[in-house]
């Protein structure tokens, strides 16, 4: 009977968590990668004064966050992030196209902050996602059938 029992809860934990290596996954990761490239030449730029690249990371941002990868979380949170996300690109870009060296680092301060936010919530998602029911952890659940 526990082995049974043992045996479902293993395979409803399994099925909570999910393969970590699904190509879902890996493709939104590589996704956000790119993202990372395209922030890498944003604050290269600024450093150097290049608005080219400044305004290029800024475009290819604000293409990408209307991407499916992007759109991996379904709540109306996740889109208000994403628009805020893209008017902060777009503010970047137009002090990229006017050389304001100030108007565009506090764009990209602003977007470097919605960034941090917007992944603490998608991992906050996450995690609320594989808690199961009765708001026991997985491990809690385990120790729970096996004492």
């Not at 490239?37 to 966050?65: C, N, Q």
């Not at 902060?88 to 108007?103: G, I, M, N, V, Y």
């Not at 941090?116 to 609320?128: E, F, G, K, L, S």
């Not at 997985?138 to 729970?144: C, D, G, H, L």
Request: net charge positive; glycine share 6%.
């Amino acid at each position: 009977m526990w082995l049974v029992l043992l045996a479902v809860l293993v395979g409803w934990t399994c099925f909570l968590l999910g393969d970590e290596d699904t190509p879902s996954r890996n493709a939104v990761r590589a996704f956000m990668h790119g993202k990372l490239d395209a922030s890498k030449d944003v604050l290269e730029g600024l450093v150097t004064e290049k608005f080219g690249p400044i305004e290029e990371g800024a475009d290819r941002m604000r293409l990408m966050s209307r991407k499916a990868e992007w759109n991996s979380i379904k709540t109306e949170r996740y889109v208000q992030l994403s628009e805020e996300f893209r008017q902060s690109t777009e503010k970047l870009s137009k002090a990229a196209r006017e050389k304001k060296l100030d108007s565009a680092a506090l764009a990209w301060t602003q977007i470097t902050l919605q960034c941090v936010n917007c992944h603490q919530y998608a991992r906050d998602i996450q995690m609320t996602r594989i808690q199961p029911p009765g708001g026991r952890t997985v491990e809690t659940a385990v120790s729970a059938v096996t004492r």
